[in-house]
């Protein structure tokens, strides 16, 4: 077995517990891959309710977590769980999040529609403030078709700045482009997306579609952390 472009799946340490010390960590460590990529909140409603913990111990343990993985010559991806809902709460307090990941070391942030409810307009306004919040950074997207619209969302979030990234399963591998129809002069229209995304969208969904059908399979390789038979 090679790791060697798989990607290992999982989340940042438990609150109140160190990075070196949290099992979840350390089996992401053992799974053999170049690359891990790690969810963390970024939306302080998941953070009070969900985590049941505070701004500053969910920042802490972003940061802590990256940092191990960092240690140990992991390439990370820092997965920004509820990014879109989170910056519609509280913007500065997201791009904080994103801050203390790249600042620990994260290779990539990636901006995460956990809800599947952010409208493509949102999706290209808010990938575009964190590409702007950090122009030397690498942003992804990750998106998920809850609604109906993750067709439109990748260009929208390319538009805006940011990469693509495949969604774990359990909701879409990702998202699947309808094949193009003929209109009634034979011709294939180009497929639209949100004004904002910008010109030349329709090409660029038809070359992410083809691109998704060919190798989306093999983007990531999503490991499950907890022990198997």
Known sequence: FSGKGLV????????????KEDEGLCKLLNAGTDAVCIFGKTSLTHVREVLQTSKEENLRMIADSVRFLRAH??????DAEHFFDGMKEDRAYALLCLKEAAEAGADTVTLCDTNGGTSPEDAYALTKAAGQAFPEGRVGVHFHK?????VAFPPAGAGGGGGTQA??????????????????????????????????????ILRIKRFVHTVGPFLFLYICTSETN
């Open 8 to 19: 290992a799946f999982g989340s940042t340490c438990r609150k109140g517990c160190a990075a």
């Open 73 to 78: 010559g992991k390439r990370v991806i820092f």
């Open 146 to 150: 809850d609604t109906g619209t993750a």
């Open 167 to 204: 969604n774990p399963p359990g909701r879409t591998p990702h998202p699947p482009l309808p094949p193009p129809q003929r209109g009634a002069d034979g011709r294939i229209p180009l497929l639209t997306a949100p004004a904002a995304a910008g010109r030349g969208t329709g090409r660029r």
